[in-house]
């Protein structure tokens, strides 16, 4: 049995592609990091941006997340990739930062379920690799907003997964390690993750 464990470990660090940056960042190699850093940002903004909505925070918490991994990176042990490692650190903090600011709201009077907008009054903007007409552009616009902010009404357990296994194409074996639950529990949250969020579209927009 302990024979088995230990393989299945050298397996999983085997086929980690960041294993060599990771081993130089434990021995204090802050360049390594810097290359980690470069790689997963965006993924990880993205993530942390499908659950909080709000463009600042998000910068926060995924500041604090690559902070918080690089304390504790000698601590990884590669029993799971280290982007499944860093991702869990980052879905941590935003659900704290969501935490903080539900706290908040109780204090100033607003819901934390009110549509966050952005500078320029949109919800949620994700380029697009060509330019389509003007018109398109605002309807696409407007789908996203309504899309997001309905999946910011979900509650943070369904939302979780679904930003994770519908929007950014994780598998249920990564998503079971990112946020530490049992299969059958991350696919009982998406399946009601999505029923409620097809609900919550079709009120908004009608039938999908």
Not at 133 to 158: A, M, S, W, Y
């Amino acid at each position: 049995m302990f024979e088995t464990s230990i393989k299945v470990d050298e397996t999983t660090q085997a086929a980690d592609e960041d294993h060599d940056l990771v081993t130089a960042c434990q021995k204090g190699d802050a360049d390594a990091f810097g290359v980690l850093v470069a790689k997963y940002q965006k993924k990880a903004f993205n993530i942390a941006f499908r659950m909080m909505g709000d463009y600042d925070e998000t910068a926060d918490t995924v500041q604090e997340a690559f902070l918080s991994a690089f304390r504790s990176i000698k601590k990884f042990r590669g029993e799971a990739k280290f982007s499944t490692w860093l991702y869990g650190i980052c879905v941590n903090q935003a659900r704290n930062r969501l935490k903080q600011a539900r706290r908040r709201s109780l204090h100033e009077g607003t819901s934390i379920d009110e549509p966050i907008e952005t500078e320029d009054g949109c919800h949620v903007l994700e380029p697009a690799d060509d330019d389509p007409p003007p018109d398109e552009q605002l309807r696409v616009k407007d789908l996203q907003g309504t899309v997001q902010e309905c999946i910011g009404r979900l509650g943070e357990e369904f939302r979780e997964v679904l930003v994770l296994r519908d929007i950014h194409g994780f598998s249920y074996e990564e998503i079971r390690d990112i946020l530490d639950i049992p299969d059958g529990t991350v696919k009982s949250r998406l399946f009601r993750a999505r029923d409620v969020l097809r609900d919550s579209l079709k009120g908004k927009i009608g039938d999908l």
